[in-house]
């Protein structure tokens, strides 16, 4: 069946260095790709979207890029903080659903 | 603007038993989804609803149901519960079915 992919499943890295969180979907009718972030007890949050008529969207110290004919989207965090800490969720959405991957816990080191 | 609320925040239920739990999208937003999150299957699409008709349902049993009201204001059930149905289910409203999604804290759902 249609699935997303997302590596690394966990990600460590020093305070201030990048981050970098990478999808693969399967279903070529997706058209947008959303990412959200999860915290200790929260729902998931928003934090930036793209289209697939885009090929990069920047907010921020945050920024994502797609390439639709490899079928890869990525997350691009900089500067990266202790709040930055979290659970991260691509997702890749059709008309009729949306499909996320399996989420990457991001640790930042102080 | 308050945000999705979901109630009720955690519940404990036995096996056999039903559950429904309820969702208020944020002011203005015709369209909600709900979702099973698990640590095995990670986030999992349930339904879709959109102006009080389901748009689109995942691949779950008929056990899960769900509907929407005019204010739309949603539901889900869960009938016959069973130990795997432990999980937190979240409701995201949007605007309209191809809009962004805004998620709620969640319910906590565990069967014993």
């Known amino acids: 069946g249609e699935n997303v992919e997302q590596h690394p499943s966990t990600l460590s890295v020093q305070e201030g260095d990048s981050a970098v969180i990478k999808c693969t979907y399967s279903?070529?009718?997706?058209?947008?790709f959303p990412w959200y972030k999860q915290e200790l007890g929260k729902g998931p949050q928003l934090i930036i979207d793209?289209?697939?008529?885009?090929g990069e969207k920047k907010d921020q110290r945050i920024a994502v890029t797609l390439n639709k004919t490899a079928k890869h989207f990525s997350l691009h965090i900089t500067e990266t903080q202790p709040e930055d800490s979290a659970v991260y969720f691509c997702?890749?959405?059709?008309?009729?659903?949306?499909?996320f991957g399996k989420g990457t816990r991001l640790h930042i080191l102080p | 603007k308050a945000g999705v609320t979901q109630t009720p925040r955690y519940l404990i239920k036995t096996r056999g038993q039903q559950v429904t739990l309820s969702c208020s999208p944020i002011?203005?937003?015709?369209?909600v989804s709900w979702y099973q999150q698990t640590p095995g299957q990670g986030l999992q699409f349930l339904f879709e609803?959109?102006?009080?008709?389901?748009?689109n349902k995942g691949n779950f049993p008929g056990r899960f149901s769900g509907r929407q009201f005019s204010n739309s204001r949603s539901e889900m059930n869960v009938s016959t519960l069973e130990l795997g149905d432990s999980a937190l289910y979240l409701c995201?409203?949007?605007?309209?079915?191809?809009?962004?999604?805004?998620f709620g804290p969640g319910t906590r759902l565990t069967v014993t």
């Open positions: 995201a409203s949007s605007m309209g079915p191809a809009g962004e999604q805004y």
């Open positions: 279903d070529s009718a997706s058209n947008y």
């Open positions: 793209i289209r697939s008529n885009v």
């Open positions: 997702a890749a959405r059709t008309k009729d659903k949306i499909i």
């Open positions: 002011s203005g937003h015709r369209s």
């Open positions: 609803y959109f102006s009080e008709t389901q748009r």
